[in-house]
């Protein structure tokens, strides 16, 4: 529900204080309480918006829907990881099929160099 995702800001961002929240988003501190415990059903599209306009790391698809993160930082640092992670298993992937050219290689000359001991011994 809504209201838990606002509870959740509150805890987060403004470390429980509903009062300081409800100040920050300029609605009356009893209306968010009666969010948060579920008295008031979903917020009025103004009240969203407050939140929205005042907190600017709020992800407004995690407020409205809860899917994503709860700030728009977050989910920017989730990208450029995982944009980060496939880089690297990309740069992975062809020092190990280097590598595994190199092993080629070295077991022909290590057999080039047999045969040549082999006639020298002869």
Not at 33 to 41: D, E, K, V
Not at 46 to 56: A, M, N, P, Q, R
Not at 89 to 105: A, F, S
Request: glycine share 6%.
């Amino acid at each position: 529900m809504i209201g838990e995702r606002i509870e959740q800001i509150i805890k987060v961002l403004f470390h429980g204080n509903v009062r300081q929240f409800s100040l920050k988003i300029g609605v009356p501190s009893g209306q968010i309480a009666n969010y948060i415990r579920g008295r008031s059903s979903i917020p009025r599209a103004d009240v969203i918006e407050k939140i929205v306009l005042s907190i600017d790391d709020i992800n407004v698809d995690w407020l409205i829907t809860g899917r994503g993160n709860m700030l728009k930082s977050e989910q920017k640092k989730e990208q450029a990881q995982s944009q980060v992670e496939c880089y690297l298993e990309k740069k992975l992937n062809e020092k190990e099929k280097r590598i595994e050219e190199l092993l080629i290689e070295l077991g022909k000359q290590m057999y080039e160099n047999k045969m040549l001991l082999e006639r020298s011994v002869k």
